[in-house]
């Protein structure tokens, strides 16, 4: 069993950042990856930003170059730094632990939010 607790979200405008944070406990084993998700209203859930078990990230082509994920505290804190926000990133932001051969087939995998764990999530708007 794994747990995932979000925090950081918040509401902001074009141009700021917001720093997202992910406590991550439980038992992660060598399949699993670790990621950042959103959803935004209406649309369905996307990949963002995944780290598999060797320390590869991934990022969507939407974020690459705003967002960045690092981890830390043994693998057990997974942050998400957004930078230059945007109103279309205006969403849920989920963290989630899914079983993944690597970050590269991960990021671009389509989502099923019924496999996998997955945090409580935390609202980002970004106002224009």
């Known amino acids: 069993q794994v747990q995932l607790v979000e925090s950081g979200g918040g509401s902001i405008q074009a141009g700021g950042s917001l720093r997202l944070s992910c406590t991550v406990s439980?038992?992660?084993?060598?399949?699993?990856?670790l990621g950042w998700y959103r959803q935004p209203p209406g649309k369905e859930r996307e990949a963002l930003a995944v780290v598999d078990n060797e320390g590869s990230t991934a990022y969507a082509d939407s974020v690459k170059g705003r967002f960045t994920l690092s981890q830390n505290n043994a693998n057990r804190i997974l942050d998400l730094q957004m930078n230059n926000l945007k109103p279309d990133d205006t969403a849920m932001y989920y963290c989630?632990?899914?079983?993944?051969?690597?970050?590269?087939?991960?990021?671009?995998?389509?989502?099923?939010?019924?496999?996998?764990?997955w945090g409580q999530g935390t609202q980002v708007t970004v106002t224009s």
């Open positions: 989630a632990a899914q079983m993944c051969p690597s970050a590269a087939v991960a990021i671009t995998a389509p989502v099923f939010p019924q496999f996998g764990y």
């Open positions: 439980g038992s992660i084993d060598s399949s699993t990856c």
